[in-house]
C-alpha cells in the first residue's frame, strides 16, 4: 500500500497518521460487529441494521446493544444484513462558488482532501470506491473498483479540478445517476449553492435507483457567521454581479435568508430518506469523520428501534 501512497498529494502522511487514528475510533462504532471476515468502518455503508430482537441465553454479549440498554432498561442485540463488498461513489462539486474561502483552504480543497480520505478508508476495507467531478457539466466519473492503485488516479483527479463559473447541480446529479450501473453508497460533497427543490429533484433520482445518498453541506465559517464588518465588496462566485455594502447593514438579513434556506434543505433530506451532515470547513478532517461515523451510529440505532413493532 504504502508505493501507491508514496505518489498521491491528498493523502500525506501526518492526515495518515490521523486517519488511523480514525480508523480505532471507528472500530469503536462497530465494536462486536463481525460477518465473515468483513469489518467496515462506515457502518451502514457495507452493513444496515435488520431489527433488534431482545437478548436470550446464549447471545454473544458484544451484540448487546447498549445505548438501548440505557433507555429501555432491558437487553436487546443488534442484528444485520451484511453485503460482503459494496460500491461507494463520491461526488464533487468543483463550481466557482466552492473555491470561496476565509481562511488557508478553500471548500473545493477541503472537498478533496475529504474525498481522498473516505477513498482511502474504503479501499483499506477492500471495498469499491469511485468519483465523479461536475460542476456546468460533468468533468469526470470513474466508476467504483477496489484496487489501491486507484488511489493515485483518484489524487491525480482531484488535483486537476479546475473550478467553473457556474453549476448546475440538478442536471448533474441526473446524469450521474444515469452513469451508474450498480447500487451504490453516493456521497454528494458541496456548498449545494442552488434552489432547493432542483438539489432534491436529482438527490431523489439517486434514491429512486437504489441508492444510499449522503449529502456531506460543506461550507466555511463566515458564510456560516457572517462576521464582516465595515464596507467591502461581495463578489459573485458564479457570475452575479458585484455588491459593495457596509457587512453589519446586511447580515441579519443574510442570517436569515441562509438559515432558512438550509433548514428547508435538512428538512427536505430528511423527508426524502437522505443524510444530510453539515461540514465546517475550519474543523480538522479527523473530527468531521469522527462525529460523521457517529452520527450514523445514532441514527441507525434509533432508525433500528423506531422499527421494531
Known amino acids: 500500500m504504502s508505493e501507491h501512497l508514496n505518489r498521491v498529494h491528498y493523502l500525506k502522511p501526518e492526515m495518515l497518521h490521523q486517519l488511523d487514528d480514525l480508523e480505532m475510533i471507528a472500530r469503536e462504532v462497530v465494536e462486536g460487529l463481525r460477518v465473515g471476515s468483513h469489518r467496515s468502518p462506515l457502518r451502514g455503508f457495507s452493513t444496515e441494521f435488520s431489527h433488534h430482537r431482545q437478548y436470550a441465553p446464549g447471545d454473544a454479549i458484544r451484540d448487546i446493544d447498549w445505548r438501548v440498554y440505557g433507555r429501555t432498561s432491558r437487553y436487546y442485540t443488534k442484528l444485520y444484513e451484511a453485503e460482503t463488498n459494496y460500491d461507494c461513489t463520491i461526488l464533487i462539486d468543483g463550481s466557482a462558488s466552492m473555491t470561496y474561502g476565509s481562511a488557508t483552504v478553500s471548500k473545493l480543497e477541503y472537498a478533496k482532501y475529504l474525498a ?5 478508508i474504503v479501499l483499506k476495507q477492500r471495498d469499491s470506491v469511485g468519483l465523479s467531478v461536475f460542476d456546468s457539466e460533468v468533468r469526470a466519473y470513474l ?57 432534491m429533484s436529482g438527490l431523489d433520482h439517486l434514491r429512486h435507483d437504489g441508492h444510499n445518498v449522503i449529502v456531506l453541506h460543506t461550507l466555511d465559517p463566515y458564510e456560516l457567521s457572517f462576521p464582516f464588518k465595515g464596507t467591502w465588496q461581495f463578489d459573485g462566485l458564479e457570475q452575479e454581479e458585484p ?7 446586511i447580515r441579519e438579513d443574510y442570517l436569515r435568508q441562509f438559515n432558512r434556506y438550509r433548514e428547508a434543505f435538512q428538512t427536505a433530506c430528511g423527508g426524502s430518506g437522505i443524510e444530510y451532515a453539515l461540514v465546517e ?4 478532517l479527523d ?10 451510529e445514532a441514527m441507525l440505532s434509533g432508525s433500528a428501534i423506531g422499527g421494531r413493532t
Open 116 to 120: 481522498a480520505s473516505l477513498a482511502y
Open 143 to 199: 466508476p467504483p473498483r477496489s484496487s489501491m492503485n486507484l488511489l493515485v488516479q483518484l489524487d491525480r483527479l482531484l488535483h486537476e479540478i479546475k473550478s467553473e463559473p457556474r453549476t448546475t447541480i440538478a442536471k448533474q446529479l441526473h446524469d450521474i445517476a444515469l452513469m451508474m450501473k450498480r447500487r451504490s453508497v453516493v456521497v454528494v460533497i458541496s456548498d449545494f449553492f442552488a434552489d432547493v427543490n432542483d438539489i
Open 243 to 249: 455588491l459593495t455594502t457596509q457587512g453589519e447593514r
Open 281 to 284: 470547513t475550519s474543523r480538522p
Open 287 to 296: 473530527g468531521v469523520l469522527s462525529e460523521f461515523f457517529h452520527q450514523r
